[in-house]
């Protein structure tokens, strides 16, 4: 990697640890996370290893950084395509559908870092606690998203109730804006459903599984996030949005 294109930046916020961090993501990229090391970081940036230790004391420190930068510009680019998509006077349908595409293009031009959170864990890395208020974000833009919907009465009522108690964490209830009311009680579990399946189908997209199915994978994303927002009772407009 040319670390001096980064050093001749005029940008006075570079800083050891920016350029730390964009060497490792190169190295995510060729090598995956569990190539990952302080030495290769130290040889590839020309940055002493006593001085990137003093950053980033171990391996870990460093992928939790990336973990966490991974989560923020993610969920940044949602939130910025929602307000978008909010200014606009768009339905609770047409934001969903735009910040899933943002999210999608975020993925496809930073595979290396959607590998590293949605991918295969990384051999003997748990993420701390600290990435936990950033990874909420891409699920606190579709929460947001889903209740503005259900307090607009966008929503249609489901014809099949989750069965039995509720299944959510305190968390899970917290984050949307507490429980909805019957007939939309189950809400928030559907909004998960719809969560997981956003990420399943990314990952079927970033690393090829649906290409020798369909025609034209963009189109099928629209579809697919359509087919899933009917879980929670939520119109997407196909026919009405344009990339």
């Keep these: 990697m040319d670390v001096s294109a ?3 930046n005029d940008d006075e916020d570079i800083t050891p640890a920016v350029v730390i961090k964009d060497v490792a993501r190169h190295q995510l990229e060729k090598l995956g996370a569990s190539g990952l090391s302080l030495e290769a970081v130290s040889r590839d940036s020309g940055i002493p290893l006593a001085e990137v230790e003093a950053v980033f004391p171990d391996r870990d420190d460093l992928l939790t950084a990336l973990v966490i930068d991974a989560y923020d510009a ?6 910025q ?7 606009a006077g768009g339905s609770g349908g047409a934001r969903l559908l735009a910040v899933t595409r ?10 290396a870092e959607f590998t590293l959170i949605y991918g295969s864990p990384v051999p003997d890395y748990h993420a701390p606690q600290d990435t936990v208020p950033s990874a909420s974000r891409t699920p606190a833009v579709l929460a ?3 209740r503005s919907a259900l307090e607009a009465g966008e929503l249609t009522p489901p014809r099949r109730p989750v069965p039995g108690p509720p299944l959510l964490l305190p968390e899970a209830v917290q984050l949307f804006g507490g429980a909805p009311e019957a007939p939309f009680s189950d809400v928030v579990e559907r909004g998960i459903v719809l969560w997981s399946s956003l990420i399943g189908l990314l990952v079927f997209q970033v690393f090829s599984r649906t290409h020798d199915s369909v025609r034209d994978e963009a189109a099928f994303f629209d579809y697919a996030v359509a087919v899933a927002a009917e879980g929670i009772g939520l119109v997407v407009p196909l026919a009405e949005s344009s990339d």
């Design 6 to 8: 980064i050093s001749s």
């Design 74 to 79: 993610s969920g940044e680019a949602m939130e």
């Design 81 to 87: 395509a929602d307000a978008a998509a909010t200014a």
């Design 102 to 111: 943002a999210l999608r293009q975020w993925s496809f031009d930073n595979t």
């Design 144 to 146: 947001g998203i889903v």
